[in-house]
């Protein structure tokens, strides 16, 4: 099981897109995923359609790890029952699993820059009772605080959203450094998966320009493909459909970046630690 916290330290570059894209394509290819929602927004769990019923939420589970009891308190994606009708005409196919810990506000008691190394090992514990998952996307909130360290400190990598433009490109150059440190003293074995570019308008030379910059600054962490900006998202996520579930070519085009990014994050090496080294 590889644990993947998706970062940025300055809001509104698509984050939460990047998550439910790569989401996507793992329920597209067959991936048992669990998405964690640790924004205290919850944004994710709207995208994913989710339902809640009795379950506690993420904010819940992180206030008693060591009684959480992950298994009985996920919340299935909504995506998945469309997966299925569209899988259905074909013979031998299958769905997988795409479950969710839902996020709510209460977790914003932790977003904190003060958390000590004990509180830093809550999701850890968490995810100590994760169970039939290949791949665990953290949705993180865009900061430094507690609760982005508290996902670090569970990650096996990190992976970095940015758009190309200078703000983004000068807070990721900061976040590189936040992990470098961090990984000195707190988690020696998480590394950083690569940067997505998002949101890239190809006709924009300010574009062009900050993405030959993030090249030559990042080098191969720049992943690809990049993610251009998609006129549609905000319907798509507005009626909390996959990327992969929504029709059109553009739509199509996107799944298929996204799947070519998660094939380039999952391949980006790196040891997965024991759970009980966390």
């Not at 019923?53 to 995506?79: K, T």
């Not at 569970?154 to 150059?173: I, M, N, R, W, Y």
């Amino acid at each position: 099981m590889q644990v993947v916290s998706i970062s940025s330290l300055k809001g509104g570059v698509g984050k939460t897109s990047v998550t439910t894209g790569l989401a996507s394509a793992a329920l597209a290819a067959g991936i048992p995923t669990l998405v964690v929602d640790l924004d205290p927004h919850a944004d994710a769990s709207t995208a994913l359609a989710v339902r809640p019923g009795d379950q506690l939420d993420i904010g819940r589970m992180l206030r008693s790890p060591r009684r959480a009891r992950l298994a009985e308190n996920v919340v299935p994606s909504g995506w998945v029952e469309r997966a299925r009708a569209n899988s259905s005409s074909r013979a031998g196919s299958g769905v997988s699993i795409l479950d969710v810990a839902v996020g709510s506000a209460y977790t914003g008691i932790y977003d904190r820059p003060d958390l000590g190394r004990r509180d830093l090992r809550r999701l850890s514990a968490v995810l100590a009772g994760a169970e039939g998952y290949e791949l665990v996307l953290v949705d993180c909130p865009p900061s430094l605080n507690g609760l982005t360290r508290m996902a670090w400190s569970a990650s096996d990598k990190v992976t970095l959203v940015a758009e190309p433009g200078l703000f983004s490109v000068a807070g990721t150059e900061r976040t590189m450094r936040a992990i470098q440190l961090f990984r000195n003293e707190f988690a020696p074995n998480l590394s950083p998966a690569g940067i997505v570019a998002n949101r890239v308008r190809s006709g924009s030379a300010e574009h062009t320009f900050r993405l030959s910059e993030m090249q030559s600054m990042f080098g191969e962490l720049l992943l690809a493909p990049h993610i251009p900006e998609q006129a549609n998202w905000q319907q798509i996520q507005g009626a909390a459909h996959a990327i992969h579930h929504w029709p059109g070519d553009s739509a199509k085009n996107a799944a298929a970046l996204f799947d070519a990014l998660l094939a380039n994050l999952l391949k980006s090496n790196g040891s997965v630690r024991n759970r009980s080294q966390r």
